[in-house]
T-cell receptor
Framework: AQSVTQLGSHVSVSEGALVLLRCNYS??????LFWYVQYPNQGLQLLLK????ATLVKGINGFEAEFKKSETSFHLTKPSAHMSDAAEYFC????WGGGGADGLTFGKGTHLIIQP | DSGVTQTPKHLITATGQRVTLRCSPR?????VYWYQQSLDQGLQFLIQ???????AKGNILERFSAQQFPDLHSELNLSSLELGDSALYFC??????????????FGPGTRLTVT
């Protein structure tokens, strides 16, 4: 079964600083990868997804992620953090065996704190 | 707003009881997924239905069951409830067209508290 590991349950950055949230996947073949964001008391919103068309994926709200097969990573970045980015971020993988249509396997999440 | 609706928003019940959570997918989406989010287990995939048929199973307990109706809405039934079943239950939907990767759109969730 595929899995994802998110390093750092909490990440704190200053407003305007670079945001880097780490995600490593465990798979023998490139999986389908996603980043979701969850604001307090809300459902999950898709930030971006890896489509294999390009290794650098741009998402909403200025976020992007780079797929690195050699490092089995799909880290999420944003050049300049904004107070509104404070939320829980989840990396997720979809099982290749199910054609990418099965349920997602989520990492444990990273709580992003933005310091004024 | 993702277009996925879930009712009720909150549910408080006692141990041993049975509850039903309801989900309406986005218009046109044939696939519905159920997830459980708890502090202990994180976000876990429970079960998936596609156009009325069960398509995939995750970590769903035998006390839990689901179904998808002809109008594509889905219900998750939780029975013989235990304190540990207290969690946020999310429904997500996807169209499963235009090829993978398939985006899943999440509803706002139902918060279940078992006392």
């Amino acid at each position: 079964a595929q899995s994802v590991t998110q390093l750092g349950s909490h990440v704190s950055v200053s407003e305007g600083a670079l945001v880097l949230l780490r995600c490593n996947y465990s798979s023998s073949v490139p999986p389908y990868l996603f980043w979701y964001v969850q604001y307090p008391n809300q459902g999950l919103q898709l930030l971006l997804k890896y489509t294999s068309a390009a290794t650098l994926v741009k998402g909403i709200n200025g976020f992007e992620a780079e797929f690195k097969k050699s490092e089995t990573s799909f880290h999420l970045t944003k050049p300049s953090a904004h107070m509104s980015d404070a939320a829980e971020y989840f990396c997720a993988v979809s099982d290749w065996g199910g054609g990418g249509a099965d349920g997602l396997t989520f990492g444990k999440g990273t709580h992003l704190i933005i310091q004024p | 707003d993702s277009g996925v609706t879930q009712t009720p928003k909150h549910l408080i019940t006692a141990t041993g009881q049975r509850v039903t959570l309801r989900c309406s997918p986005r218009s046109g989406d044939l696939s519905v997924y159920w997830y459980q989010q708890s502090l202990d287990q994180g976000l876990q995939f429970l079960i998936q239905y596609y156009n009325g048929e069960e398509r995939a199973k995750g970590n769903i307990l035998e006390r839990f069951s689901a179904q998808q109706f002809p109008d594509l809405h889905s219900e998750l039934n939780l029975s013989s409830l235990e304190l540990g079943d207290s969690a946020l239950y999310f429904c997500a939907s996807s169209s499963l067209d235009r090829g993978p990767p398939y985006e899943q759109y999440f509803g706002p969730g139902t918060r279940l508290t078992v006392t």
